[in-house]
């Protein structure tokens, strides 16, 4: 063997004497980064040819996540990190290592590890009906048999799947807290059937309670101890489906508006014109290209009227920079908006008698959150609601701020916001 290759042995195989001897090893600690205090989790197989490992961060949403690549020796370990996060170095120390994370920008922070057990999880397929609908899904929940509180994932806007990486972390972080959690393939995406741009929000809130349904019915979980966590439009979907099953015993909503679906994105609207550096010219041409869209919508007689709107700015600047088309008027998007843009959450939560928490970031460009929090506030004390309410300052949609670059991240929760959420959780 030549020289180099032996040297190289001989350190890794100390490595494994010392840190490694039969099993993967698991590490936890704390990321200080600027101001802000990440929890962090690092997984190595030293033995295996070459070094694997996966990290994990729960405020930036990063499940066990594969590392590019590790490389170790007696007194420490180089890793390449997932997503945005660049690279890891830490030396070792008595049951601990601790180190340096750095940023592709260059911008760093010390991290500290110390070994820890990692609370294993199982990941069952499920298949449940929906109406016409076949929904498919994974329940994931602590390795034993239970009986376990039940959570299920009820989904924000958009194409959603249980393998994306978002969902993955939330349904693998809640299982490791003691949690049976399911996830599923929204109608039309992965392996459910059906379409959610052919349906309003009636029938996701049928595939939510279904859902609900499916995971209490399991004998290894506690249906005296079930919820559902939402996520933005989820906010919307999760009461309509309390509404309908006895199943759903709490609702944790993140980042979920407490006005109309108009309402919440003419909010969104003028919050993006804000964003985009638009005038406030600009930014008045703009909202009143909007509402001649939502005429248009109402009344199939205005379409004429929003086409030649957009044809007079056509040629703005702000247009040109923003690669805005015109909608179509037998388009996805305005069938569907037709179903959904009068949904009115207010009257669903008065006849929805469960404790909730609502979870907002103050700087949310997608929906005016502050109003939210404080509609909210109010509506609870008229009605005598179990609400919990929390608004976040620094933090946007997802209680999330960019701790890099703000349009490539890496992105992460709030510090106290991810905490607020466990415990209440844990509580219900």
């Keep these: 063997m030549p020289l180099a290759r032996s040297a190289a042995a001989a350190l890794l195989s100390l490595f494994i004497a010392r840190f490694a001897p039969a099993e993967p090893q698991r590490w936890t600690g704390e990321w ?3 101001a802000q205090t990440v929890r962090v989790g ?15 961060a729960p405020s930036l949403h990063l499940p066990s996540v594969p590392c590019a690549s590790i490389t170790v020796s007696p007194d420490g370990i180089v890793a390449e990190l997932p997503a945005s996060l660049g690279s890891l ?15 592709p920008d260059g911008r760093s922070g010390a991290v ?44 924000g806007g958009g194409d959603s799947r249980t393998q994306d990486e978002g969902y993955r972390f939330w349904m693998e972080h809640f299982a490791r807290r003691g949690f049976a959690v399911l996830g599923w393939d929204k109608r039309g995406c992965g392996d459910s059937t059906g379409a959610w741009r052919e349906v309003g929000l009636g029938p996701l809130a049928d595939d939510a309670a279904a859902a609900a349904e499916a995971l209490a019915a399991r004998s290894d979980v506690d249906a005296s101890r079930f919820g559902a966590l939402a996520f933005s439009q989820g906010g919307w979907v999760a009461p309509l489906a309390a509404s309908q099953t006895e199943a759903i015993r709490f609702i944790a909503v993140v980042s979920g508006p407490a006005v109309s679906v108009v309402e919440a ?28 869209l939502l005429a248009a919508i109402d009344d199939n007689s205005l379409w004429d009227d929003y086409l030649g709107a957009f044809e007079r700015v056509h040629r703005h600047d702000w247009i040109v920079r923003s690669g805005r088309k ?5 388009g996805w998007f305005v069938n ?10 207010l009257p669903v939560l008065e006849r929805t008698r469960i404790p909730m928490l609502w979870l907002f970031g103050a700087e949310d460009t997608q929906l005016d959150a502050p109003e939210s929090a404080a509609i909210l506030a109010r ?36 510090p106290g916001a991810l905490e607020a959420l466990e415990a209440w959780l844990d509580a219900q």
């Design 32 to 34: 200080r980064f600027e």
């Design 265 to 292: 994105d003419t909010a969104a609207a003028r919050n993006s014109y804000r964003a985009a550096g638009m005038t406030e010219q600009e930014a008045a041409e703009a909202l009143d290209l909007w509402r001649r």
């Design 112 to 155: 500290r590890f110390e070994r820890s057990p990692l609370a294993p999880v199982a990941w069952d397929p499920i298949r449940f009906s929906s109406g016409s609908a076949e929904l498919s899904g994974s329940v994931v929940h602590p390795v034993g048999s239970g009986p376990f509180p039940g959570i299920v994932l009820v989904h």
């Design 326 to 330: 015109p909608a179509a008027r037998d």
């Design 42 to 56: 690092l997984e190595i197989d030293a033995e295996a040819q070459p070094p694997v490992g996966s990290f994990d």
């Design 379 to 414: 509506f609870a004390q008229k009605h005598e609601k179990d609400y919990s309410i929390h608004l976040f300052p620094h933090a946007g949609h997802g209680l999330n701020r960019s701790l890099g670059d703000p349009d490539t991240g890496p992105y992460a929760i709030v």
């Design 336 to 345: 569907w908006y037709r179903r959904v843009k009068d949904h009115q959450p």
């Design 89 to 103: 170095r830490a030396t070792v120390h008595p049951d601990a290592l601790a180190g340096i994370i750095t940023l």
